[in-house]
């Protein structure tokens, strides 16, 4: 018996100690995607991953033994004998959370298939995490779920837990919502919509994206169920249905297909997650893949259109991505969507090969994305370096031709780079250093003929690749573009951070509406700190400081000799305060 309580705790405390599953963006993952650019922990995804999929692991360290002389103890056949310890960290002495095993069975499966699944019960909990900000002048937010970080006083609150059982994963993790939604200036969209909180531009009648420039006229509630899911996992394979977002790619703010800035959706997936490829009977390692294919249900904002039997868009996606043994820390990943209406589903969606766009000329075909990665890891720098971009439908005149004719119709990119460095071992001070570039512009020939053309809009799918009235990939959207700076200071009790940003929202609305005229674009500064400190073990408060300067705010104006000239500057102060506490 007292062996068997033995046993027990000291699984208890592996469980603990070396996994991790965190929601995307959290404090929390992002400390452990810091580590990973030093090899202290090992990532667990390649280019798609949620919050079931994000099960971080510390990398064990081999340390020697030595006996009562200082001499290494050796086995019998004379090799050093070692111990696995867990690596040391910056915020060993804090609470990044706990997944405790309840139960764990000493069977451990009698064939090859009760052998793909974990024999045991485990439980995680998450949160409570109460965040609010208030913005003084406009809307300011990114990457926040279905949160709307209005003009006021805005507020979410999320918590939950996760039950693992026998390869069956309960998760329930919603998010609710609070956004004064004051009163701000607003683009004139008259001549696109007949709703006046519409998105600034479209093709007209209506169609467009699905984008408001403000939800409604009044304060609103919202509740979401955000990284809420039901899965079953053997070995490797796994499937589920729920409603969270996964992140495509490497890019640390602008994905080019997706992240967690919009509100969740109902969505069904399978697939491989991470999974080493090896020869048979020579055993040699080929690297790692990782395949997944979802289909997901959209659904329409208030403030787009007044008919309803339009209200629902399906997302069907794939993602394949791989990892060689031969080119340690490279990871290569492709990845397709297409949108289309929910009741006009065809069986050549699935078809990750399928390179058509049917329906041209009408309002119910679909709307095809591919975007491609690289991302490449060198621990023994601590450096990291990606790139993604994207493509709208396919290139003109099919692949081939269209590359060697002009490979950058409708393209779109995000490349970074980051940098851990060690300031201080006396001190345990690390600092990292991320920077982002990204374009999500109208290509030139797209511009020269004075096409309606954006990423995100498609004719035929009337709300664009959006969910709710946010976008599903980045929050540059239509010809957005951005150049981010942020250093991070980890220390013992927390992390500070200083954001610098350059950004244009919708350079494409000058293009198409105001003739190219460069006075009118519409431009962001910002510049922003912020401090995560840990009060106590388990206990964690976030403070921001944000200021933005929008020059040209309203794009344009014109003068009483119908000239036309930019707008003002418009000054945005965000100031945020997060509360956590971490079982």
Request: net charge neutral.
């Amino acid at each position: 018996m007292q062996n068997k309580l033995l046993v027990t705790a000291g699984l208890f405390s592996v469980a603990v100690s070396l996994f991790a599953q965190e929601a995307l963006k959290s404090t929390e993952e992002e400390y452990y995607d810091f580590l990973s650019l030093s090899g202290i922990t090992r990532r667990p995804t390649l280019g798609y991953r949620t919050l079931s999929d994000s099960q971080w692991q510390f990398v064990e360290k081999e340390n020697p033994l030595f006996d009562e002389n200082g001499n290494p103890l050796l086995d019998e056949k004379g090799n050093p004998v070692t111990e696995k310890t867990l690596p040391e960290h910056v915020w060993q002495n804090n609470n990044l959370g706990r997944k405790r095993t309840l139960w764990q069975s000493e069977n451990k499966g009698e064939n090859w298939f009760t052998r793909g699944f974990d024999h045991s019960i485990k439980f995680k909990a998450y949160g409570p995490e109460w965040y609010n900000s208030f913005n003084t002048s406009s809307p300011y937010g990114q990457n926040d779920g279905a949160l709307w970080q209005g003009k006021g006083y805005n507020t979410s609150l999320t918590g939950g837990a996760r039950l693992e059982a026998y390869g069956f994963e309960l998760t329930i993790k919603p998010q609710v919502s609070f956004s004064q939604n004051l009163e701000f200036d607003l683009v004139d969209n008259s001549a696109y919509y007949t709703n006046k909180y519409a998105y600034i531009w479209g093709y007209g009648n209506n169609v467009g994206v699905d984008a408001p420039q403000r939800f409604g006229d009044s304060a609103f509630w919202n509740f979401d169920w955000g990284d809420t899911e039901i899965r079953w996992s053997w070995r490797t394979f796994t499937i589920g249905f729920g409603t969270q977002s996964p992140w495509i790619g490497p890019a640390w703010l602008n994905p080019v297909l997706h992240s967690n800035n919009a509100a969740s959706y109902p969505k069904f997936d399978i697939g491989l997650r991470k999974t080493e490829i090896k020869l048979p009977y020579l055993g040699w390692s080929l690297g790692h893949i990782e395949a997944r294919l979802w289909i997901g249900y959209l659904s329409e904002s208030k403030y787009f259109d007044n008919d309803s039997s339009n209200d629902h868009n399906r997302i069907n996606g794939f993602n394949v991505s791989y990892s060689p043994s031969f080119v340690p820390g490279l990871t290569i990943g492709v990845s397709k969507v297409c949108i289309s209406k929910w009741n006009s589903f065809k069986l050549q969606y699935l078809n990750p090969f399928y390179s058509e766009n049917g329906g041209v000329g009408t309002q119910v075909g679909e709307d095809q994305k591919l975007s491609a990665f690289v991302d490449l890891i060198i621990p023994q720098a601590s450096f990291e370096l990606y790139g993604e971009v994207g493509i709208d439908d396919y290139l003109q005149g099919g692949w081939l031709a269209g590359l060697r004719r002009y490979p950058f119709d409708s393209l779109i990119w995000t490349i970074g780079f980051k940098k851990s460095v060690t300031l201080s071992r006396l001190r345990s001070l690390k600092g990292e250093v991320i920077i982002e570039i990204s374009d999500m512009g109208e290509p030139r020939n797209k511009i020269s003929a004075k096409e309606v053309y954006a990423f995100n809009m498609h004719s035929q799918v009337s709300q664009g690749y959006t969910n709710k009235g946010q976008y599903l990939g980045t929050a540059l959207a239509n010809g957005g573009n951005a150049q981010t700076l942020l250093f991070n200071l980890y220390y013992p009790k927390g992390v500070g951070s200083i954001l610098i940003q350059r950004s244009n929202p919708d350079n494409t609305y000058s293009y198409i509406n105001l003739d190219n005229h460069n006075e009118t674009y519409k431009g962001c500064f910002t510049i922003g700190i912020s401090n995560t400190y840990y009060l106590l073990h388990s206990l964690r408060i976030s403070t921001g400081f944000v200021y933005q300067r929008t020059t040209n705010y309203l794009y344009f104006k014109k003068t009483n000799d119908n000239r036309i000239v930019g707008t003002g500057s418009l000054h945005n102060f965000a100031l945020s305060f997060a509360f956590a506490y971490i079982f």
